[in-house]
């Protein structure tokens, strides 16, 4: 799956329902943001590493039980075991026509009695090739010159409910289905409007065989190589849009993973920031329908429930447009009609599967709370694509606060560069177990780093008997919490201008910053250089610049 860079992260103040759909986009535009804080450009990008926000996943055995519970896949399985210990099969591999029938009934895709529809035939025919793709059957000839098929060496296991077969046939299954969804749907129009009899199959042949004339050859070749295009275009849309599904599936909060098709189809259209132009949603509209039948594809194999588009929808009568999404406000079930799909959990799997074996690093939600607290609040401040408050709530589920607390707080010294951000999640982590964290915290009242946030966190508690810090503390502490503002992806600069307005700045900011530019942290110059840059007060901004060139001399 190749990687790609997103024309739209969903910031866009256009009216639809993208806004609604995509709660935390601001934290999917961090993740792709971060290329801007390494300094590089556009054209650097197409090199860079593409950052994958990290997901969750159900464990493997209930990832294979779902698997087990998809038609399709459980169609091959009973084929494969209606197979033992072995069916004639034609020439070709396939059922022989007396078998589709009995099977169609056997799988519940006819009924008990009466005729077989046709359509039932083709679904078991599929089903058997699907088997055959994954070696579930295997064929081969009798010394009678008899074509056979026996179950393979996989199905035993996977009957059985070995996790790792099932999901390794599902994860194969898959990929075969997106291959075909990209065949059989990516033809452009005008390669399917030849003459009778022609095709694209015919073109390739006519230009191997030297019996055919040299332009006829030449026009087969570019026939042959529109087709090919088409299927590499066709293939990266596909790609592009199941990305963008996975993202958003991995910041939606549960119950709210379900995409409109045309917001899906906006995100992979509309340049970031952009309303989109009439233009633009007919793109969109485009987009729309060549997905339509790919995602209904992969649907059969339980990587995403779709609904598909309304066909409706687009049927014309005389002098009237066709619909196209985006026109005007829909309400809920008129949006539907266009089209909506969810990532299911095997689908984020089999995704996920997809980028590791490209070699992108995309990590599981909890993979940094194996540990211990260091290694914990070291994992989270060293690692790009990570939601640090789910890493922290998977590390502190289960276990006692105040041992707990005690072994964060521990982590969290240190006047190293990731000091100050490992003091922020600890007081975070701190919020997440709650007041049994708090004789873990007294301990520490009188420490020199943590002891300013120690009595922050108590005193939010509402105790009453926290102890002011002295001078030193309060503002070593304010450095502090303004340094890890600022490593925590660049700083909010909302955030950090609340944080400036607050500072106790009285009617003398030559004696507030003369304090301040002589406190002994490692990151008292770049703070005083933000506050420079972002105070509105002028003067009090130029005493700030002033005191960050006196901590930079100092050094």
Known sequence: MAGRRRKNTGTSTGEGAAEAVLPADLELQDLYGAFAAHGLDDEDLDDAAVLVPPVKLPPEQELAEQAKAVPMFGYALALARW???????????????????????????????????????????????????????????????????????DLEPAEQGDAETVLELWLTAAGIVRELAVEADSLPEQDTEQD???DAAGAADRAASPAGGEEDGEEDEDVLN???????????????ALQVLYETTAFSEPGNETVPLGVLAALLVVPEGEEPSE???????????????????????????YRPIDPELFDEEEGEEPAVVGEAPLDEEESARFGLVRLTPLGQYGIRQWLLEDGYDAPLVGELAQGDAAELLRGVCESANVLPEEELRVWVAGRDPEPAARELLAAARGDDAYGPLRRMLCVSALNLLGAGAEPAVREVLDDPELGGSARAWLS???????????RAMALWTMVDTF???????GGDAELLREL????????????????????????????????????????????????AFKARSKG
């Open 83 to 153: 197979a033992f210990p072995h069916r004639v099969v034609d020439e070709f591999g396939d059922l022989v026509q007396e078998d589709r029938g009995p099977v169609a009934r056997l799988l519940g895709l006819a009924p008990a009695e009466g005729e077989v529809p046709e359509e039932a035939e083709v679904e078991v025919l599929r089903a058997w090739s699907l088997a055959c793709d994954l070696d579930l059957v295997e064929l081969g000839t009798t010394k009678e010159g008899e074509h056979v098929a026996v179950p393979g060496p």
């Open 196 to 198: 009778e009899g022609e």
């Open 226 to 240: 529109e087709v090919e295009e088409a299927r590499d275009a066709a293939a990266e849309l596909l790609d592009e």
């Open 279 to 305: 233009e633009l949603l007919g793109d969109i509209t485009d987009v729309m329908v060549a997905l339509d039948p790919m995602l209904g594809d992969l649907a059969e194999l339980g990587l995403l429930e």
């Open 460 to 470: 939010a508690l509402g105790r009453p008997d926290v102890p002011v810090p002295d």
């Open 483 to 489: 340094a890890a503002q600022l490593l925590d992806n």
């Open 500 to 547: 400036i307005t607050d500072l106790p700045v009285t009617g003398d900011p030559a004696s507030y910053f003369g304090e301040l530019w002589r406190v002994d942290h490692p990151y008292t110059a770049d703070v005083l250089e933000t506050i420079g840059e972002l105070h509105l007060d002028r003067a009090v901004a130029k005493e700030a610049r002033k005191a």
